[in-house]
Every structure is written in C-alpha cells, then in structure tokens.
C-alpha cells in the first residue's frame, strides 16, 4: 500500500509540474543501430561514452524490440502509436496513409497542444544514401512538425580511402552507391557530414526555442550504410583486431530458407578480411554518432533545460554484423530486432529495466509524461510506471514482424519464436534465450518441444487478432 502511494505521489508531482511548466521533449535516435554495438549494454569494443552517460543517467531497457526491422515501418509504427500488422504499413512509408488525416501522429500530439515541434533530419523514412544526398523531405510527415530540417550530406562520395567491402571479391570497385557496405575514411572535419549538421542544427533550435515547450526530434543516420566517417574516427578500430561472431559449421541447416537474411557473408562475396573491416567501420560510423549526440546533450545541459526536458534515445531496429554470417537488418534474430532504449525523465534517478518493452510504447509514455491526453486506441503501452519501479511489468513478451507482415516473432524471457507465414507454411525457429542466447540451435522440429511450439502459435494468432482488431477498420479473412 505504501508503494502505491509513494508511485501516486511521483505520477502527481510530474503531471502536476507538466501543467505548470510543460516538459520539453529531446528524442535522438540513430538509424541501423544495434543494442549490442553499444558499450552500455556491454560491447567491450565500441566506444559510446555519451550515450553511456545518459543511460547512468536515466532509465536503460535491457529488453527493448522494435516492430518492424526495417526503417520505415518501424518508424511508421512509432511515431503512429500503431502496430504494422495494425496499418498494414510495411514498407518505405511514413504511415499517414494508413492511419489517416484525422490522427495524430505522436509529435502531432505535441504540435497540436502548444509545443513547438520540429524534426531535424530522418524521423520518418529517409531513403539513405540518396535522400541524405539530396537533402530530400523523403517519406516525411509535414503535418507533424511546425518546421522540419534536412541535413544533406556527401555520403558515399565523400572524399577520402574508400572501400566496396560487398560483393567486390577482388576489390576492383573503389565505391559504390546503394544500401550496400561501402567505408569512407573520411578527409576534413565532422561537420562535412549529415550527423554533424544535424548536430548544429538541433543545437540551433535549442538555444532559439528555449522559452517555449519543444518537441525536438532529432535523427542521426549512422551508421546505416555507407559507413562514413571522419577518418580519425577509424584509428581506435584496427579492423586487424576485430574479433568475429563465432562461426558454426553448418549453421544454416535448421534455419528455414526465410530465415536466412537477405545479406550473406556468402551473397554477399565477403572474405573474412572484408568482414572485420566492416565490423570496423560500422563501429566508427557508431562513433562518430555518439560524438554528435554528445554534442546536442552538452547544449540542453548549457541551456539550462536538463531539469524540465525528457530525454529519449534509441534507434529504428538492429543490425547484423555477421552473426551467422547475417548482415544488415530485415531478419527477426536478436541483433537485428532488439534496440537500445534510455528515457532520461527530469527528478527520477537511474534505473535498469528488464521488462520487455516496444518503441510503440515512446508515444503513450512520453505523452502521459508531459500530462497530454492521447487517443484510447493507440496500441503501445505507458512505460511510466518503470520510472519508479523498474521490476514494473510491462509485457510478457515482445511482438515483431517483418518480411512483408508475413513473418512474425514472439520473444519471451526464456523462448525466441519466429514463424514464417501465418500458416507456418514456410518454417518455424525455436531458440531458448536462456541456454541458447546466440540463437545457435533450433529447437522447432525436435518434438520434445512440441507443446511449446504450440502454444507460440496460439499465442501468435491471438496476438494477431488482437493487433488487427481496431478502430482502423481494417478487416483479415
């Protein structure tokens, strides 16, 4: 009883202190950025020191997943408050279409309650490299912001030593455009690059609308490929010194043709020298970023807004480098799936969360935080309550599809469950987090496992039928 009223008390102090002063909102989120490449969830190789501070500084969630492993949907389905298997909003979209005029997009939300809201580079789906070269709006939402900023940038032609390390078994092609592993080390300085631009921008907004309540997103495209880079931003990464993901013989055998990525140290034409160095340059990619993200911190901090600014960063999904000899995204394994989420909230010290949690969940948390009504139907969760309690439950598991829609994972505290067509017509994947967390050995056809294989499917099609029955009006046969 007295933990319900202390949680009561620490709800009412912050909605009471958003209606006298409303919270700001600085949410950063990278693009391609996987948990396991950030040093506070334990990379002992990749230096992130800002964004480890902020996670010592805020609430870190160990068990965060994306909803789409792919750029656009994924940030269709975040900044809509609905699941792609809600919107039927798969691919490189912004998800207005799907969701209609009517709604409001989570920064809508702000924008139509008194804040200032702008978006400073890809928030919504930005095709990298080419909108990024262009300076392009992209897939964006206009309706959601009260202004919005691009931050063009040289990409793969940057000038600098450059390296094709996909499909260039006899390393003849120097570069090339494209969603493909092209390394830049970069000549001059970081503000060359989009992140860099991004960074002064978003400082600019800052320090202009500080008066006022703003909504300020704020997207860093590294290290989504090309991985580009101020060159000193390679010297701690000797590629020489990079360890790879243990390789098991036969690895793919008891991976159903669905399951294997759609990048490949095989299709892909990588020697083991290419993938260390890719390995490598992703890591400076993830560098430099964090650089930027420190800046655009060190600016709110000098601003004096830390104590009336909720503070969000995390990234759109995952990122394979080499695990399994998987590259990129798209695939529902852990790499690509889970992200790193931190919410910094103004008077709640630094927790670590284990609950599962879903980006979905940033609309209706970030809401009620800043004591904004929000529509009833929105299918992500508040988080609210973990900022007092971290041991607060939130899911029994996480929820993500891919391919399509037509792929589906239920990730449990002990199971990973990955189905491949409603009708599992195209495979099933079965891991136990908890003996297997590498996801080496799938466990689906042994019928030991039978029951458990069961009851994933009915929890799937529940959960199925459970997203897609909405006010959307949208209907499944």
């Known amino acids: 009883m007295i933990r319900l009223v202390v949680l009561y008390m620490f ?5 009471g202190y ?47 997943y994306s909803q789409f492993p792919v750029c656009g949907p994924s940030r269709a389905s975040f900044m809509s408050g609905y699941y792609p298997s809600a919107t039927k909003t798969y691919g490189y979209v912004s998800g207005r279409k799907n969701i209609g005029p009517q709604r409001q997009t989570w920064s809508q939300l702000f924008k139509d309650n008194g804040y200032y809201t702008a978006r400073v580079s890809k928030i919504f789906h930005m095709g990298v490299p080419i909108d990024i070269e262009t300076g392009s709006n992209g897939q964006d939402d206009q309706a959601s912001w009260t202004e919005r900023f691009n931050s063009q940038g040289p990409e793969w032609k940057a000038i600098g030593e450059a390296e094709l390390v996909q499909n260039n078994p ?3 092609i120097e570069r090339k455009g494209g969603n493909v592993m092209t390394i830049v080390k970069a000549d001059g300085g970081e503000h060359i690059h ?88 992703y890591y400076a990619s993830v560098s430099y970023m964090d650089t930027q993200v420190g800046k655009v911190l060190q600016a709110l901090k000098a601003e004096g807004l830390e104590d009336n600014t909720i503070i969000v960063f995390t990234s759109d999904h995952g990122f394979h480098l080499g695990e399994h000899d998987f590259w990129m995204k798209v695939s529902l394994h852990e790499e690509s799936v889970r992200v790193p989420l931190i919410i910094k909230v103004p008077g709640s010290p630094p927790k670590i969360c284990h609950s599962f949690v879903e980006l979905i969940d940033l609309y209706p948390t970030i809401s009620e935080l800043a004591g904004l ?79 458990t294989v069961a009851y994933f499917k009915r929890q799937l099609k529940k959960k199925l039928k459970l997203v897609r029955t909405n006010d959307l009006g949208i209907q499944y046969d």
Not at 11 to 15: A, E, G, H, K, T
Not at 34 to 50: E, L, Q, R
Not at 388 to 413: C, D, I, T, Y
Request: charged letters at 25%.
């Open 11 to 15: 709800l009412m102090s912050i909605i």
């Open 18 to 64: 958003a209606q006298d002063k409303k919270y700001n909102v600085l949410f950063l989120i990278s693009d391609d950025l996987s948990a396991t490449a950030v040093s506070a969830y334990d990379n002992k190789v990749c230096h992130t020191p800002n964004i480890d501070q902020l996670a010592s500084e805020g609430i870190l969630y160990t068990k965060a």
């Open 170 to 172: 006899n390393g003849t």
């Open 194 to 281: 989009s992140d860099g631009k991004t960074a002064i921008k978003a400082i600019e907004l800052i320090k202009t609308h500080k008066n006022e309540p703003f909504f300020l997103a704020v997207g860093f495209v590294r290290p989504h490929v090309p991985f580009v880079a101020p060159k000193s931003y390679f010297k701690p990464y000797p590629y020489e010194n990079i360890t790879l993901p243990k390789k098991i013989e036969n690895d793919w055998d008891d991976i159903p043709e669905r399951g294997i990525n759609y990048v490949t140290s095989v299709n892909g034409e990588m020697s083991l020298e290419q993938q260390k160095k890719a390995v490598a340059a």
């Open 373 to 451: 009504d929000y529509s009833k139907h929105l299918q992500g969760k508040s988080l609210v309550k973990t900022l007092k309690n971290p041991e607060h439950h939130v899911r029994n598991m996480a929820f993500s599809v891919s391919q399509g829609g037509q792929s589906f994972l239920l990730r449990s505290n002990k199971w990973a469950y990955i189905q491949y067509n409603e009708d599992a017509s195209a495979g099933i994947e079965l891991f136990d987090m908890q003996s297997d967390p590498k996801q080496y050995t799938n466990l689906a056809n042994d019928k030991k496992y039978g029951k």
